[in-house]
């Protein structure tokens, strides 16, 4: 089973820095990743898919990349409504199954 | 954009099982994939199961034998049933659903239902 590693676990920031997300497989995921963005009471978002494509309605401050074992999440300058807790998720096809990694939550400083 | 309506808070006793629907709010589903992912109180995701593709459904190694996940296409219906209820399992369900499958290609969870809490307790 493929576990992901989240870092930090905490980013504490302030609006207008820039802020980058790391996402680690413990094998190789290929580029079967994608981001999600959640806040407080509300289902996950997707933000990112196939490690670098931006979803639909995803502002262009949101920028994925990364292959193979290692990704990134980059919010290239942080609005107020940015500050949640960002996911990754990879997808294994053979057998189809999923798996999130722990979190990292985005704070305002 | 089409939404997912699940169904509403479930209270449980342990050793019960619960079922858990979802249904697009317009449309159907399709062939569309559907996921289940679950989210403890305070804690993060984790995927419970899906359908695949071909009809099937995978689930979570930590679910097997526990967990069915199934679709009613007669009333376009998702639906996931969890049987030998702990206070463990005590969380908000998601449903999610990937409009698109690709060869090669991952399109992410892209619809996601407002999530049904079931509280497990004696």
């Known amino acids: 089973e493929i576990v992901l590693t989240q870092s930090p676990a905490t980013l504490s920031l302030s609006p207008g820095e820039r802020a980058t997300l790391s996402c680690r497989a413990s094998?190789?995921?290929?580029?079967?990743l994608a981001w999600y963005q959640q806040k407080p009471g509300q289902p996950p978002r997707l933000l990112i898919y196939?490690?670098?494509f931006r979803a639909s309605g995803i502002p262009t401050r949101f920028s994925g990349s990364g292959s193979g074992a290692d990704f990134t999440l980059t919010i290239s300058s942080l609005e107020p409504e940015d500050f949640a807790v960002y996911y990754c998720?990879?997808?294994?096809?053979?057998?189809?199954?999923?798996?999130f990694g722990p979190g990292t939550r985005v704070e305002i400083k | 954009q089409v939404q997912l309506v699940q169904s509403g808070a479930e209270v449980k006793k342990p050793g019960s099982s619960v079922k858990v629907s979802c249904k697009p709010s317009?449309?159907?589903?399709?062939?569309?994939?559907i996921n289940w992912v679950r989210q403890a109180p305070g804690q993060g995701l984790e995927w419970v199961g899906g359908?695949?593709?071909?009809?099937?459904?995978n689930y979570a190694q930590k679910f097997q034998g526990r967990v069915t996940i199934t679709a009613d296409k007669s009333t376009n219906t998702a639906y996931m049933e969890l049987s030998s209820l702990t206070s463990d399992d005590t969380a908000i369900y998601y449903c999610?659903?990937?409009?698109?499958?690709?060869?090669?290609?991952?399109?992410?969870?892209?619809?996601w239902g407002h999530g049904t809490a079931v509280t497990v307790s004696s």
């Open positions: 999610a659903k990937e409009t698109k499958v690709g060869t090669g290609f991952y399109y992410g969870l892209d619809v």
């Open positions: 317009r449309g159907t589903f399709n062939n569309h994939v």
């Open positions: 359908t695949t593709p071909s009809g099937s459904a």
């Open positions: 094998q190789s995921v290929s580029t079967y």
């Open positions: 196939n490690a670098s």
């Open positions: 998720q990879q997808l294994t096809n053979w057998p189809r199954t999923f798996t």
